[in-house]
Each structure stands twice: as structure tokens, then as C-alpha cells.
């Protein structure tokens, strides 16, 4: 009796170690060694997941971390990221958004302001075979196409999109290594107290003010706005307002986007289907030495006219003489002139 009671109340504890809260939630991890964490070829088990889900919590309270507090939406967030991985090892595709995207009327789209937005374009490295959990790249019948969230800078407006140029960091290497630097503009933060300054080689360095309520990464490093490379904005799609410009940089901005629009016509016109030529004199025209690029400008002599308003019909043509009124004078005079002299 003695014996069978310690052996159930053994089988009991064992039973209720496998109901217990603890015991349950160790089975919702991912375990090395089972199929959908080896190499073994076979498919994952449906409703495995890859990644370690993250233990529930009461609503709207976060666990704690070595940081603080996280929020519950944080933790909601890869919860769903483990999710998405899910349908991805099922052949699925599911798309991600950002909390502070959002559709802005047209009104508030000026010219200056500052956004981020989706930005696609073909890759750099165009592969036949796309990986399934590469998030910025995107199999397409046309290629493969490379997605992010890319930082701009309105330059117009229209009546249903805007056009933009977008800004770019190059790794924090800047524009030291790329050719035809008239293109570019260097961009930074106007709050920044180490921001270089105001006039770079380049031309006039913009500067931006944070908006109040972005609180993400703002302009850092040695950032350049790409002036040749207009982006088109509908007002329909999301985006998320970072800043503007200050109004000493929006009219730098203006004048410069005009002087270059003109100069590359005056370029054009004077050095014809040469491109390469255009591109190595844009940035000393702008900076006004027409000497380097055009030579010497010589003045050219304005040609004697040689037809008189008002003759009458009937004119003769060159080295004719016209029998006015019988006068010879009259005929030698219109000679002279009809030959320039």
C-alpha cells in the first residue's frame, strides 16, 4: 500500500510538471536537433518556427530587460516577425510596415520638407535565385528588385505627386570616390553641434531642423543629397515626415537645382553629343569660370545688311544694276550696297 501510494503520487508530480506553465511554454520553443532546425532536407513541421517566440505577457505590459522596460507592442511586433518567417519557409510572402508611415494630404507636402519613403530599383548584383528571408530583396519577372526606406528631400510639387532627390551616406564615406561632385549637395543636421560647416567644396552645405515628432535616426554622417536623381512621390502612398529644410538652405536649394538645369543646357548646346564633356564643366560653370570652359569669348562683328527695307519690287539681284529713274548714280549706289559694302 505503502509502495503504490509513493509510486502515484510520483506519476501525479510527473503529470502535473508536464501541465504546468513552465513545461508548456518550453515545448513552444524552438529546440536544436528537430527537423525544422536541422539540415536534413525534410520540411519544417507546420507551426514550427525558427526563431525563439517571446514568452506572452499581460496586455499592454512589457517584460523587463537590461534596457528597461520593453513595450507590449514591441514585443507584439516580433511575435509577428515570427509569423511572417513561418509562411516565408511555406512559400509565402507577407509585407511589413512601419508604425509611423501614414498618407499626407497635399498641402502638406513643400518643397524643402524631408520624408522617408518605400524605394525600389533593380539590384545592384541581378541573381537567378532569390533567397526567401532576404527582406530587401524581391524575385520579379523582371528582375530582381531591391527594396528599402530611403531619406528625401522634396524639390516640387504637383497636383498629385511631388518630385524628390534622395540623400545618401555611402557607408559614411561620402562622395570622396564618386565623379562629378556638382551633383551632390552635403546635407546635416542643424541640431547637431558637430556638423561640418556651412560651405563645403563642394558647394552650400544644407541643413535640416528634426521634426517634433520623428524620433528615429535623423541625418548623420557625411550625408549628400543626389540632385540628378528625381524620385516621383504619390500623395496616395505612406511616408514619414523627418524635417525641413532651414530657409537660408531651401533657397540654396532652388538656385542651385535652376543654375544647374541651365548650365547643362548651355553645355549642351555648346558641346553637342559629347556627355562626357558636359559632365567634367558643369561644376566650373557654376562656379563662373566660362573662361575655362568656353575660351576666349572673342566679339563677333555684326555683318553689313544687305537689303534695304522699303525697296520697291522688281529688285535686282547681285551684281545687277537697278535702272531707277535712269539716274546711273542711283544704280551704283544700290550696287554698292547690295554687295555689302
Known amino acids: 500500500m505503502g509502495i503504490s501510494s509513493a509510486a502515484s503520487r510520483a506519476s501525479n508530480r510527473s503529470h502535473r510538471g508536464r501541465d504546468s506553465p513552465v513545461f508548456s511554454a518550453a515545448s513552444n520553443y524552438s529546440r536544436p536537433g528537430k527537423s525544422h532546425d536541422s539540415f536534413s532536407g525534410r520540411s519544417p513541421r507546420r507551426g514550427a518556427s525558427a526563431l525563439q517566440p517571446i514568452p506572452r505577457t499581460q496586455p499592454g505590459v512589457g ?16 511575435r509577428k516577425l515570427s509569423i511572417v518567417n513561418d509562411l516565408k519557409c511555406y512559400g509565402s510572402a507577407a509585407s511589413s510596415f512601419r508604425l509611423t508611415d501614414r498618407v ?13 519613403a518605400p524605394w525600389h530599383a533593380p539590384a545592384y548584383d541581378q541573381v537567378s535565385l532569390v533567397q526567401i528571408d532576404d527582406p530587401g530583396l524581391t524575385a520579379s519577372p523582371v528582375g530582381t528588385i531591391i527594396s528599402k526606406f530611403r531619406k528625401f528631400v522634396v ?5 498629385s505627386s511631388c518630385q524628390m532627390v534622395p540623400i545618401y551616406t555611402h557607408n559614411s564615406r561620402g562622395i570622396v570616390g564618386k565623379p562629378h561632385k556638382d551633383e551632390w549637395l552635403a546635407i546635416r543636421d542643424a541640431d547637431d553641434p558637430n556638423s561640418a560647416p ?22 548623420k554622417g557625411l550625408a549628400y543629397v543626389h540632385l540628378t536623381e528625381t524620385t516621383l512621390h504619390e500623395f496616395n502612398a505612406t511616408a514619414t515626415i ?5 530657409d537660408f538652405s531651401l533657397t540654396a536649394l532652388k538656385f542651385r537645382v535652376f543654375a544647374m538645369n541651365t548650365v547643362r543646357l548651355e553645355l549642351a548646346d555648346f558641346f553637342g553629343e ?16 566660362r573662361s575655362l570652359v568656353f ?40 550696287e554698292d550696297v547690295w554687295r555689302g559694302k
Open 295 to 334: 575660351g576666349e569669348e572673342e566679339e563677333e562683328e555684326e555683318e553689313p545688311k544687305a537689303i534695304i527695307q522699303g525697296k520697291p519690287p522688281g529688285t535686282p539681284e547681285e551684281g545687277e544694276i537697278w535702272e531707277g529713274d535712269g539716274s546711273e548714280d542711283e544704280g551704283e549706289v544700290w
Open 242 to 246: 523627418e524635417g525641413k529644410l532651414d
Open 155 to 159: 524639390v516640387s510639387v504637383g497636383g
Open 63 to 78: 517584460r523587463i530587460s537590461k534596457r528597461g522596460r520593453v513595450p507590449a507592442l514591441q514585443i507584439a511586433a516580433r
Open 104 to 116: 499626407y494630404d497635399r498641402d502638406t507636402y513643400v518643397v524643402g520638407l524631408v520624408i522617408s
Open 198 to 219: 556651412r560651405e563645403t567644396p563642394y558647394g552650400i552645405m544644407l541643413q535640416a531642423f528634426r521634426d517634433s515628432d520623428f524620433s528615429g535616426t535623423f541625418i
Open 274 to 289: 559629347n556627355p562626357e564633356a558636359q559632365n567634367q564643366n558643369v561644376w566650373t560653370l557654376l562656379r563662373g569660370d
